[in-house]
């Protein structure tokens, strides 16, 4: 069975948290950071950021918006 917090979906603004959310499943968890982008990519300084939690409680970072590699 999947961990129900295996993958931690964060909102920030300016730095400061303003929405997580939490999904045992990747797919959902990639249709939800998808989604996010279209809600609140309007907001002043936003970054969202999707990881993924080992076993070890290690968190990975998936996929971030924006992308600071571009």
Do not use: C
Not at 12 to 17: A, E, I, P, R
Not at 36 to 65: C, F, H, K, N, P
């Amino acid at each position: 069975m999947d961990d129900p917090e295996s993958y931690h979906l964060t909102l920030t603004s300016d730095g400061t948290v303003v929405m997580q959310g939490w999904w045992p499943a990747r797919s959902t968890a990639e249709r939800k950071f998808l989604s996010w982008i279209g809600s609140y990519s309007a907001i002043a300084d936003a970054r969202i950021v999707l990881t993924e939690q080992d076993d070890d409680g290690t968190e990975r970072v998936l996929q971030q918006w924006p992308n600071d590699d571009a």
